[in-house]
């Protein structure tokens, strides 16, 4: 996913392991998102994917991390990146698994493909036994 010259920035990395802690972690991205000039709709795209992703990580995996980054490309295109990462059970067919409405669990499988549409750029590798990494890219307009 890495563009040219592309310039990033760790801000944060947040520690999943229970829904308190996906609440934080929302909130704190939120408030980036806010202070950096987001809009109204893409400081909601972007808390409403770092929650869907942090879930994930508390219903499937029990235990990950979240890392956010300020990025900028040239001058005038700002960002946010965030990775979702997890050495849980992995996802057996991520095809599947990004069509609308499936889901494993007992939810209305939005998730991943929620987070897909919400974002500007979106990657997303799992490995069966090894754990599950979803990259996302919102750019500021």
């Known amino acids: 996913m890495e563009s040219n010259n592309v310039i990033e920035e760790t801000i944060e990395t947040y520690r999943i ?10 909130i704190a991205i939120f ?3 806010q202070n950096k ?3 109204e709709t893409e400081v909601s795209e972007i808390s409403t ?3 869907e992703l942090a ?3 508390v219903k499937y995996a029990q235990e990950g991390i979240i890392t956010v980054w300020s990025i900028e490309q040239s001058e005038r295109q700002q960002g946010i990146k965030v990775v979702a990462k997890d050495v849980g059970p992995g996802i057996e067919d991520l095809s599947t698994a990004l069509e609308e409405h499936f889901s494993t669990g007992s939810s209305l499988g939005l998730g991943l493909p929620g987070v897909r549409r919400m974002v500007d750029e979106f990657d997303i590798e799992s490995e069966l036994g090894k754990g599950t990494q979803v990259t996302f ?3 500021k307009t």
Request: proline share 0%.
């Open 37 to 39: 000039g987001f809009s």
């Open 137 to 139: 890219i919102k750019w």
């Open 49 to 51: 994917s770092v929650s």
């Open 31 to 33: 408030s980036l998102a």
């Open 55 to 57: 879930m994930n990580i």
């Open 17 to 26: 392991y229970s829904e308190s802690d996906v609440m934080s972690a929302v």
